[in-house]
């Protein structure tokens, strides 16, 4: 970059008092690149004198949620607030932007956008997009001047080295690729006790480092136990862990000049690790072998620098072994200092060219293999740093090869979207309380080798029972019985509860299959798009779904429910010439008429009183034996309809398309319609055929 391209300038205010317009300015530093200045500068947001001032937000576009966004809208009146519910009744989409006038601002538009937060997946890309979206929308009405905050404080967790160069490359890459851009000045307005982000955006600028590669998110991938030490799988740069101890893969000269990792740790280290390595060891290291020294300016205490032998294409396991000695020799080293926690790269995966299963495999046979024979190690942490254009395929490695040990962890965090990731990727089997077709054996043997048929009605133990009848019981409404036209004829029988004969359990192998190859799916999804919003956090939702809050934590029935994938227990009246054909095909949309209220699919209730209309038919009314299902829902991403719509299949959530008949993709579109409107019950409908599984057959009478 030449220098008429981007200079540079500090520039501190002639007065310290405040101006006219309240705003108080201890310095700014500005660059100017091709023909933008870009600057940041201490103020309040809401009284810069620009084009446009862009506000971080929730996705319901809430505008009271976030010091932030509270104080735009105190200043620009409540008009604000009132435009962007008329404009975007359901909010907006994480990343993308929301177009309001300013108020009583000294601008021309407000941009407004909600961010992922940090350590999610896509967080970074996501930030980035959402300057391109602000800048684009600028261009797209002439404008020139544009006021962001830092975006990094508050929710979105975002770390200011990170945040503040994400933005310097999103408007280098915006400018870039827009020559023509009517964009003049990008100003970055940091609150005046905010010093860190402030100093952050300063350094940035002045540095000006557009190299990193910003498809690259740092995130956890995975977390486990083998034996007595946690493994944590991470996405970021290992010169930057602080650990006690880190390990580098080097040549046998011990050059480390040589190899990025070996040059990026040598760097940030500074030049007298190098000179200790020349010093002390001139011969270099033999492959296979390792070599401690100090760690300069690191964050850690030593480093060990480890030559992997070269790879062994004819014999894999050659290699494994190669790699599973060389981290036992490196463990070796952190127990003889008492160190508890070590960090490795993916060794072998760069210039050795091993294949990432042979690396990964061998790593963590080295772990486990160390464990066994160290049972008092002081060892307790090990982290494997990935990082580089391969990250994708290397972390895929690593959660494949720690199936294994799965079993002894607790695995990723539950609410994550790794923790999705790893679900995804699971063996399936049938849930652990199923009595019939049992845990020991895959889904796929049973369906394989059994001949005992592919369902079986079970009658449950006592706690299951008790847990079942309660649920039905806690979502009773009696004051609605007899209330609306599915109703019609229940109110003669004059009953005001209902009472649990018996609770059976469907084990029905090839139903179970195909709702969690649906579920599966749903995994994938929220593992990269994030994790499904609750009912009760959408814009205008009445609330928590009656079933889910009546369960206890330590109920039976929240085994193997899954809440980030939005998996819950509904009930499903269902008259007496349809249960079987239930127990054996499931829940089928397809033969469902299509008068329903949003369309041809299959409907489930949160009350046991709406369950109970559809058990007769409305001419035949009785207090006989009647049965409902507890069905086993996966709502995934839900829209939320306030009015009656006859969808064919949910519709897209792409912000202004809302279309169930659109081109987008099923990644793009919602999983399933709740009618929570002015009804009497509120409607939870689903348009697949293998989105629920019929778990509990209820056998009740009307008392």
Same mark, same amino acid.
């Given at each position: 970059?030449?220098?008429?391209?981007?200079?540079?300038?500090?520039?501190?205010?002639?007065?310290?008092?405040?101006?006219?317009?309240?705003?108080?300015?201890?310095?700014?530093?500005? !660059?100017?690149?091709?023909?933008?200045?870009?600057?940041?500068?201490?103020?309040?947001?809401?009284?810069?004198?620009?084009?446009?001032?862009?506000?971080?937000?929730?996705?319901?576009?809430?505008?009271?949620?976030?010091?932030?966004?509270?104080?735009?809208?105190?200043?620009?009146?409540?008009?604000?607030?009132?435009?962007?519910?008329?404009?975007?009744?359901?909010?907006?989409?994480?990343?993308?932007?929301?177009?309001?006038?300013?108020?009583?601002?000294?601008?021309? +538009?407000?941009?407004?956008?909600?961010?992922?937060?940090?350590?999610?997946?896509?967080?970074?890309?996501?930030?980035?997009?959402?300057?391109?979206?602000?800048?684009?929308?600028?261009?797209?009405?002439?404008?020139?001047?544009?006021? +962001?905050?830092?975006?990094? &404080?508050?929710?979105?967790?975002?770390?200011?080295?990170?945040?503040?160069?994400?933005?310097?490359?999103?408007?280098?890459?915006?400018?870039?690729?827009?020559?023509?851009?009517?964009?003049?000045? %990008?100003? +970055?307005?940091?609150?005046?006790?905010?010093?860190?982000?402030?100093?952050?955006?300063?350094?940035?600028?002045?540095?000006?480092?557009?190299?990193?590669?910003?498809?690259?998110?740092?995130?956890?991938?995975?977390?486990?136990?083998?034996?007595?030490?946690?493994?944590?799988?991470?996405?970021?740069?290992?010169?930057?862990?602080?650990?006690?101890?880190?390990?580098?893969?080097?040549?046998?000269?011990?050059?480390?000049?040589?190899?990025?990792?070996? /040059?990026?740790?040598?760097?940030?280290?500074?030049?007298?690790?190098?000179?200790?390595?020349? !010093?002390?060891?001139?011969?270099?290291?033999?492959?296979?072998?390792? %070599?401690?020294?100090?760690?300069?300016?690191?964050?850690?205490?030593?480093?060990?620098?480890?030559?992997?032998?070269?790879?062994?294409?004819?014999?894999?396991?050659?290699?494994?072994?190669?790699?599973?000695?060389?981290?036992?020799?490196?463990?070796?080293?952190?127990?003889?200092?008492?160190?508890?926690?070590?960090?490795?790269?993916?060794?072998?995966?760069?210039?050795?060219?091993?294949?990432?299963?042979?690396?990964?495999?061998?790593?963590?046979?080295?772990?486990?293999?160390?464990?066994? &024979?160290?049972?008092?190690? &002081?060892?307790?942490?090990?982290?494997?740093?990935?990082?580089?254009?391969?990250?994708?395929?290397?972390?895929?490695?690593?959660?494949?090869?720690?199936?294994?040990?799965?079993?002894?962890?607790?695995?990723?965090?539950?609410?994550?979207?790794?923790?999705?990731?790893?679900?995804?990727?699971?063996?399936?089997?049938?849930?652990?309380?199923?009595?019939?077709?049992?845990?020991?054996?895959?889904? /796929?043997?049973?369906?394989?080798?059994?001949?005992?048929?592919?369902?079986?009605?079970?009658?449950?133990?006592?706690?299951?029972?008790?847990?079942?009848?309660?649920?039905?019981?806690?979502?009773?409404?009696?004051?609605?019985?007899?209330?609306?036209?599915?109703?019609?004829?229940?109110?003669?029988?004059?009953?005001?509860?209902?009472?649990?004969?018996?609770?059976? !359990?469907?084990?029905?192998?090839?139903?179970?299959?195909?709702?969690?190859?649906?579920?599966?799916?749903?995994?994938?999804?929220?593992?990269?798009?994030?994790? +499904?919003?609750?009912?009760?956090?959408?814009?205008?939702?009445?609330?928590?779904?009656?079933?889910?809050?009546?369960?206890?934590?330590?109920?039976?029935?929240?085994?193997?429910?899954?809440?980030?994938?939005?998996?819950?227990?509904?009930?499903?009246?269902?008259?007496?010439?349809?249960? /079987?054909?239930?127990?054996?095909?499931?829940?089928?949309?397809?033969?469902?008429?299509?008068?329903?209220?949003?369309?041809?699919?299959?409907?489930?209730?949160?009350? &046991?009183?709406?369950?109970?209309?559809?058990?007769?038919?409305?001419?035949?009314?009785?207090?006989?034996?009647?049965?409902?299902?507890?069905?086993?829902?996966?709502?995934?991403?839900?829209?939320?309809?306030?009015?009656?719509?006859?969808?064919?299949?949910?519709?897209?959530?792409?912000?202004?398309?809302?279309?169930?008949?659109?081109?987008?993709?099923?990644?793009?579109?919602?999983?399933?319609?709740?009618?929570?409107?002015?009804?009497?019950?509120?409607?939870?409908?689903?348009?697949?055929?293998?989105?629920?599984?019929?778990?509990?057959?209820?056998?009740?009478?009307?008392?």
């Amino acid at each position: 970059m030449s220098d008429c391209e981007s200079s540079e300038h500090s520039v501190s205010s002639e007065n310290n008092s405040s101006t006219v317009k309240d705003v108080q300015e201890s310095d700014v530093t500005s !660059r100017d690149y091709k023909h933008v200045n870009i600057s940041v500068k201490e103020g309040a947001l809401e009284k810069e004198e620009v084009d446009v001032i862009v506000n971080s937000t929730s996705d319901n576009l809430k505008l009271r949620h976030g010091r932030g966004s509270r104080a735009l809208l105190d200043a620009a009146g409540a008009g604000l607030q009132t435009e962007c519910k008329r404009k975007y009744p359901t909010g907006i989409q994480k990343g993308d932007v929301a177009v309001t006038g300013p108020g009583n601002l000294e601008c021309k +538009f407000i941009f407004h956008g909600c961010l992922q937060k940090y350590g999610s997946s896509d967080a970074e890309k996501i930030y980035m997009q959402f300057i391109s979206k602000c800048l684009k929308e600028l261009d797209s009405q002439k404008l020139s001047s544009i006021a +962001f905050p830092g975006l990094t &404080s508050g929710f979105l967790k975002f770390p200011k080295n990170v945040a503040s160069k994400n933005a310097c490359r999103a408007l280098a890459q915006y400018i870039d690729a827009n020559p023509n851009t009517s964009l003049k000045e %990008v100003r +970055f307005v940091i609150h005046s006790e905010d010093n860190d982000t402030f100093k952050a955006f300063g350094d940035a600028i002045k540095a000006w480092d557009l190299s990193p590669n910003p498809d690259i998110e740092r995130k956890v991938v995975c977390r486990f136990l083998i034996n007595q030490i946690t493994v944590l799988i991470k996405v970021d740069k290992i010169e930057e862990e602080e650990v006690d101890m880190i390990v580098n893969s080097v040549n046998k000269t011990l050059d480390l000049e040589k190899g990025s990792l070996s /040059k990026a740790l040598s760097t940030a280290a500074g030049p007298e690790m190098a000179k200790e390595c020349r !010093r002390d060891h001139p011969s270099g290291v033999t492959e296979g072998n390792v %070599v401690v020294s100090s760690a300069g300016k690191l964050k850690c205490k030593i480093i060990c620098h480890a030559c992997v032998p070269t790879y062994n294409q004819s014999d894999n396991s050659v290699s494994k072994l190669d790699i599973q000695n060389i981290v036992i020799k490196c463990l070796e080293k952190a127990d003889e200092n008492q160190y508890n926690c070590v960090a490795f790269p993916a060794l072998g995966t760069l210039y050795k060219n091993y294949p990432s299963q042979i690396t990964a495999e061998g790593m963590l046979k080295g772990v486990d293999q160390f464990s066994k &024979s160290h049972t008092q190690s &002081s060892l307790k942490t090990v982290i494997i740093v990935i990082y580089g254009d391969q990250h994708a395929e290397i972390s895929k490695a690593f959660v494949d090869e720690s199936v294994p040990y799965q079993g002894a962890c607790s695995g990723p965090e539950r609410g994550t979207q790794e923790f999705c990731r790893q679900l995804y990727h699971r063996e399936l089997h049938p849930p652990e309380y199923w009595t019939e077709f049992t845990l020991d054996k895959s889904v /796929k043997f049973w369906k394989t080798e059994c001949d005992k048929g592919y369902h079986k009605l079970v009658d449950v133990d006592s706690s299951t029972h008790k847990a079942v009848e309660k649920l039905v019981q806690s979502t009773w409404q009696s004051q609605k019985v007899g209330q609306g036209r599915d109703a019609k004829g229940l109110l003669e029988l004059k009953y005001s509860s209902l009472k649990v004969l018996k609770v059976q !359990r469907l084990e029905n192998i090839d139903v179970y299959e195909n709702y969690s190859h649906f579920r599966a799916r749903l995994f994938h999804k929220a593992g990269d798009i994030g994790i +499904f919003e609750q009912l009760s956090s959408l814009s205008q939702s009445t609330g928590d779904i009656a079933t889910t809050k009546s369960l206890k934590e330590d109920s039976i029935l929240k085994k193997e429910l899954y809440p980030e994938i939005n998996e819950h227990f509904l009930f499903h009246g269902t008259k007496p010439d349809t249960y /079987k054909k239930i127990l054996s095909q499931g829940l089928d949309f397809r033969m469902a008429g299509e008068k329903g209220m949003f369309g041809q699919g299959v409907y489930l209730a949160e009350s &046991s009183t709406k369950a109970d209309q559809y058990t007769d038919d409305k001419s035949a009314r009785s207090k006989n034996e009647k049965r409902m299902f507890l069905v086993r829902s996966c709502l995934g991403k839900i829209h939320l309809a306030k009015t009656d719509n006859k969808f064919q299949r949910p519709p897209c959530f792409q912000t202004g398309c809302e279309s169930d008949a659109c081109e987008h993709s099923e990644r793009q579109r919602c999983d399933s319609v709740v009618g929570d409107g002015s009804w009497i019950f509120r409607e939870f409908v689903s348009y697949n055929h293998h989105q629920n599984y019929p778990e509990y057959l209820i056998t009740y009478k009307r008392v």
